[in-house]
């Protein structure tokens, strides 16, 4: 059974940074792109970033472009993004989805229970 | 940046009624376009993928068609499990972006 558990998350103020992490199972990791979306309170879903996976290969929002950065250890089978000078329209619960195919250009077929992250001083 | 057009925003539908939400990409992007549902509180769900393919175990009320730029997605009866937010998504190249949202209602 394929399960992604993303932790991380917290208050932080505007400026600070915090690093989310996704745990994925019940496949080999490896061998699938990931991305991680985000959704503001009362909002629409919006992609962040993706990675291929091989790792070679990442992807931004221009939203996020040069302050957040993407990441995977395929010895921890763990999805990372670390995101930097945070901002109050950052704050939404961030989900780790796990694509179909090894390249990002496939469906999001497996999704997290998302962790919420508030920008906030 | 391709940018994916929902309408209508909201709707509100009576059981049984089929409903229709449509998606448009401002360039082409082929048949890379997947459907998610969203119910109050939860994870989205995918519904549809490459346009019309039914991710397995979704009921067949569901369909979606279209292709380059104009998609739909139909529920030809819909139930009240049905109340949700749909969205589309484009996944022919990076930023892989969703669309705005259908909100689904039970009149």
């Known amino acids: 059974e394929v399960q992604l558990l993303e932790s991380g998350g917290g208050l932080v103020q505007p400026g600070g940074s915090l690093k989310l992490s996704c745990a994925a199972s019940?496949?080999?990791?490896?061998?699938?792109?990931m991305s991680w979306v985000r959704q503001a309170p009362g909002k629409g879903l919006e992609w962040v970033s993706a990675i291929s996976g091989s790792g070679d290969s990442t992807y931004y929002a221009d939203s996020v472009k040069g302050r957040f950065t993407i990441s995977r250890d395929h010895s921890k089978n763990t999805l990372y993004l670390q995101m930097n000078s945070l901002r109050a329209a950052d704050t939404a619960v961030y989900y780790c989805a796990k694509a179909a195919a090894s390249t990002i250009t496939a469906r999001f077929n497996y999704w997290g229970q998302g962790t919420l992250v508030t920008v906030s001083s | 940046d391709i940018q994916m057009t929902q309408s209508p925003s909201s709707l509100s539908a009576s059981v049984g009624d089929r409903v229709t939400i449509t998606c448009r990409a401002s360039q082409g992007i082929s048949n890379y376009l997947a459907w998610y549902q969203q119910k109050p509180g939860k994870v989205p769900k995918l519904l549809i993928y490459a346009a019309s393919t039914l991710q397995s175990g979704v009921p067949s009320r569901f369909s979606g068609s279209g292709s380059g730029a104009d998609f739909t997605l139909t529920i030809s009866s819909l139930q009240p499990e049905d109340v949700a937010t749909y969205y589309c998504q484009n996944y022919n190249s990076a930023p892989l972006t969703f669309g705005g949202g259908t909100q689904v209602e039970i009149k």
């Open positions: 019940g496949f080999t990791f490896s061998s699938y792109a």
